[in-house]
Nanobody, 121 residues
Framework: VQLVESGGGLVQAGGSLRLSCVAS????????MGWFRQAPGKKREFVAA????????YYADFVKGRFTISRDNAKNTVYLQMNGLKPEDTAVYYC???????????????WGQGTQVTVSS
């Protein structure tokens, strides 16, 4: 499966951004889609995940109530709506795909190239 992210950019603290991830190729073998992020000098961390079928959602504690993951099956696209952004949300955000909603919360099997999100104070 190929994953292409878009929607990153520079935003002031308190602002919003919506990231998109378009999946192509063997999407049928990857039931789960998710978002991770990696800040400079830090490890890549799980942000949110969902499934193509049920749309069940899982979030990291630090984004609950601020970020929302959603999907559009007709467009093979997963979104990450980010509200109330904080400077500590600054990172490269990666889209991931995996056969399992459980393992994708640890790591994905396929990755996009990433999109930079910068939040200024």
């Amino acid at each position: 499966v190929q994953l292409v992210e878009s929607g990153g950019g520079l935003v002031q603290a308190g602002g919003s951004l919506r990231l998109s991830c378009v999946a192509s190729g063997r999407t049928f073998s990857n039931a789960a889609m998710g978002w991770f992020r990696q800040a400079p000098g830090k490890k890549r961390e799980f942000v949110a995940a969902t499934t193509w079928s049920s749309g069940v959602r899982y979030y990291a504690d630090f984004v609950k109530g601020r970020f929302t993951i959603s999907r559009d099956n007709a467009k093979n696209t997963v979104y990450l709506q980010m509200n109330g952004l904080k400077p500590e949300d600054t990172a490269v955000y990666y889209c991931a795909a995996d056969p399992s909603i459980w393992t994708i919360q640890v790591k994905g099997s396929s990755w996009g190239q990433g999109t930079q999100v910068t939040v200024s104070s």
